[in-house]
């Protein structure tokens, strides 16, 4: 039996949690990348709180997706 076919034998949460197992293990920590990403949200704050942008409620915006 492939690992593939083993896997579809699994119970539902059996299942999630190998998905999330697999999944943790391809997050790859990357220092660059995580300060490129704090230096991002820091400036979307900031237009956000000098009224430089608005923000969207999310309801707003799934409803065009609906």
Known sequence: ???NQEALTLKPLD???L???LLLSLDIPDQAL???WVE???KR???YETGRTN???VYEV???YQ
Do not use: R
Request: no cysteine; net charge negative; proline share 0%.
């Open 55 to 57: 923000a969207t409620d």
């Open 15 to 17: 299942k999630i949690q």
């Open 34 to 36: 995580d300060k490129i």
């Open 1 to 3: 039996m492939s690992i």
């Open 45 to 47: 704050i900031d237009a």
């Open 62 to 64: 799934l409803e065009k």
């Open 40 to 42: 991002e949200s820091e």
């Open 19 to 21: 998905i999330d197992e």
